[in-house]
């Protein structure tokens, strides 16, 4: 087998569990269990940097969070000398004005780039850190933000053209800290993989946004009884350069749209609204997949049927309805729009990755969650593989689609390799699962719960 390349670490647990255990420790002839109970546990606890004391409750293919693919905290096992697996290339760190270098690049065009969990550890999202997704180019920065025009025609009683100037003067402003969530979030989670940019959990963030009502303006225009769907147009220009081509145009169904949450939205942690960020205006509708809050909003066109626009159609923000077999192909009619967000929570402290003192014998946890239209009823977390939980304290919300921070202590029996897990549920009693669910080849509503290696001593 020299000279073969190795099918991924987390295709090769799937198919043949221990197979991999055999690639990635070392040792092939024996029985998980057997593995984890002698030299197979030295080996293991070599490669993740220490003894394991919960190692009894580790399920077999389980690919400890050290050693699971995808993420920059948790790089790729040594190779194998019988059967090296592909080589893994290191994170693209950004480089962008105004943003973070500790963002990490999931695409280059159009340009995105997701927030390490760790980042996400401030109460209200730093415009620094947060998450930048696009889906042509980016637009020039306005000279003149107050004089862009948005229009608003369609399925109403008067067209209105309206400078941004005039929004802000004629339309009373409200500031909403609230979740804006990629809907591709998670999309990396799922095997086989699917299609698209590959995000682990950090194609989300939590803002101050200031702007109005969509509905006040919506209001103006009068709505015909005919009046059923959005339909959103963007200043932005299509990766081919076509000015016939349209990057996307999506919208949502009226009652969204009138939510007295759903806005239009010109600035950001009391910052007018930068232009990598959608500004000078954009549209904002939290707890919806992102890709519905059009950036440089220039029409909101009122429709009598669902919006039949660029990534409205096929598996584009979609889910299936009844399960597929993941990988086969898929039946359009077996689709759904992808509206409310699944689901979340997150560990911002500690870090994935961290090493802790020896004696170490309390860990003191931070996280946040979220749950699309739904709040997040409670928050566990585990230091043993899921065999116990504990709950953490929830904080409460500035209002509401404002993200659900939480707090949690966790106890250690001794030094050693540990893996702390959190998983929430939200207000219809839905718990995040172990696994991506409902695997889709678009790769939406990836939402299992968050893991984060820690080693003390």
Same mark, same amino acid.
């Given at each position: 087998?020299?000279?073969?390349?190795?099918?991924?670490?987390?295709?090769?647990?799937?198919?043949?569990?221990?197979?991999?255990?055999?690639?990635?420790?070392?040792?092939?002839?024996?029985?998980?269990?057997?593995?984890?109970?002698?030299?197979?546990?030295?080996?293991?606890?070599?490669?993740?940097?220490?003894?394991?004391?919960?190692?009894?409750?580790?399920?077999?293919?389980?690919?400890?969070?050290?050693?699971?693919?995808?993420?920059?905290?948790?790089?790729?096992?040594?190779?194998?000398?019988?059967?090296?697996?592909?080589?893994?290339?290191?994170?693209?760190?950004?480089?962008?004005?105004?943003?973070?270098?500790?963002?990490?690049?999931?695409?280059?065009?159009?340009?995105?780039?997701?927030?390490?969990?760790?980042?996400?550890?401030?109460?209200?999202?730093?415009?620094?850190?947060?998450?930048?997704?696009?889906?042509?180019?980016?637009?020039?920065?306005?000279?003149?933000?107050?004089?862009?025009?948005?229009?608003?025609?369609?399925?109403?009683?008067?067209?209105?053209?309206?400078?941004?100037?005039?929004?802000?003067?004629?339309?009373?402003?409200?500031?909403?800290?609230?979740?804006?969530?990629?809907?591709?979030?998670?999309?990396?989670?799922?095997?086989?993989?699917?299609?698209?940019?590959?995000?682990?959990?950090?194609?989300?963030?939590?803002?101050?946004?200031?702007?109005?009502?969509?509905?006040?303006?919506?209001?103006?225009?009068?709505?015909?009884?005919?009046?059923?769907?959005?339909?959103?147009?963007?200043?932005?220009?299509?990766?081919?350069?076509?000015? #016939? *081509?349209?990057?996307?145009? @999506?919208? =949502?169904? $009226?009652?969204? +749209?009138?939510?007295?949450?759903?806005?239009? /939205?010109? %600035?950001?942690?009391?910052?007018?609204?930068?232009?990598?960020?959608?500004?000078?205006?954009?549209?904002?509708?939290?707890?919806?997949?992102?890709?519905?809050?059009?950036?440089?909003?220039?029409?909101?066109?009122?429709?009598?049927?669902?919006?039949?626009?660029?990534?409205?159609?096929?598996?584009?923000?979609?889910?299936?309805?009844?399960?597929?077999?993941?990988?086969?192909?898929?039946?359009?009619?077996?689709?759904?729009?992808?509206?409310?967000?699944?689901?979340?929570?997150?560990?911002?402290?500690?870090?994935?990755?961290? #090493? *802790?003192?020896?004696?170490? @014998?309390? =860990?003191? $946890?931070?996280? +946040?969650?979220?749950?699309?239209?739904?709040? /997040?009823? %409670?928050?566990?977390?585990?230091?043993?593989?899921?065999?116990?939980?504990?709950?953490?304290?929830?904080?409460?919300?500035?209002?509401?689609?404002?993200?659900?921070?939480?707090?949690?202590?966790?106890?250690?029996?001794?030094?050693?390799?540990?893996?702390?897990?959190?998983?929430?549920?939200?207000?219809?009693?839905?718990?995040?699962?172990?696994?991506?669910?409902?695997?889709?080849?678009?790769?939406?509503?990836?939402?299992?719960?968050?893991?984060?290696?820690?080693?003390?001593?």
């Amino acid at each position: 087998m020299t000279g073969k390349i190795e099918r991924s670490l987390e295709e090769l647990y799937r198919n043949d569990p221990e197979r991999a255990d055999a690639v990635v420790f070392g040792r092939r002839g024996t029985s998980r269990r057997g593995f984890l109970e002698g030299a197979g546990l030295a080996a293991v606890g070599a490669v993740v940097g220490g003894t394991i004391p919960f190692s009894q409750n580790m399920p077999a293919g389980f690919v400890p969070a050290a050693l699971a693919q995808g993420t920059p905290a948790t790089p790729a096992p040594a190779p194998a000398p019988a059967a090296p697996p592909a080589e893994k290339k290191g994170p693209t760190y950004l480089n962008f004005p105004g943003k973070s270098d500790k963002l990490v690049v999931i695409g280059e065009r159009p340009l995105v780039a997701e927030t390490p969990e760790n980042l996400l550890d401030d109460d209200t999202t730093p415009v620094d850190k947060f998450y930048i997704r696009n889906n042509g180019q980016i637009p020039e920065a306005a000279k003149e933000p107050d004089k862009w025009k948005i229009t608003i025609d369609g399925e109403v009683n008067k067209k209105l053209e309206l400078t941004l100037g005039e929004i802000k003067s004629k339309f009373k402003p409200q500031t909403l800290r609230m979740v804006l969530e990629c809907g591709g979030n998670g999309r990396s989670f799922f095997t086989p993989k699917a299609s698209g940019n590959q995000w682990t959990n950090g194609g989300a963030g939590c803002a101050e946004w200031t702007g109005c009502r969509l509905s006040d303006v919506l209001k103006m225009a009068g709505l015909k009884s005919s009046a059923v769907y959005t339909a959103h147009y963007a200043a932005d220009l299509h990766l081919s350069g076509d000015p #016939k *081509l349209v990057p996307l145009s @999506r919208g =949502v169904r $009226l009652p969204k +749209a009138m939510d007295r949450h759903s806005m239009i /939205v010109w %600035a950001m942690n009391g910052q007018p609204l930068s232009n990598i960020h959608g500004g000078p205006v954009r549209l904002l509708y939290p707890g919806w997949a992102g890709s519905a809050s059009q950036k440089w909003l220039t029409r909101i066109q009122i429709r009598d049927k669902e919006h039949d626009g660029q990534g409205m159609g096929g598996t584009s923000y979609r889910l299936t309805i009844k399960p597929m077999v993941p990988g086969e192909k898929a039946d359009p009619k077996n689709f759904k729009i992808l509206e409310s967000m699944p689901v979340r929570s997150i560990i911002t402290s500690p870090a994935n990755g961290s #090493k *802790l003192a020896a004696g170490t @014998r309390e =860990v003191k $946890l931070r996280g +946040a969650s979220w749950a699309g239209d739904l709040t /997040v009823n %409670a928050v566990e977390v585990s230091v043993d593989y899921g065999m116990s939980w504990r709950p953490a304290k929830l904080e409460r919300s500035k209002n509401k689609y404002d993200w659900q921070r939480w707090t949690a202590a966790v106890k250690l029996p001794s030094d050693g390799y540990y893996e702390i897990w959190c998983r929430a549920m939200d207000s219809t009693g839905r718990m995040q699962p172990h696994v991506a669910p409902n695997w889709n080849p678009s790769g939406y509503g990836g939402n299992p719960l968050h893991r984060v290696a820690v080693l003390v001593g």
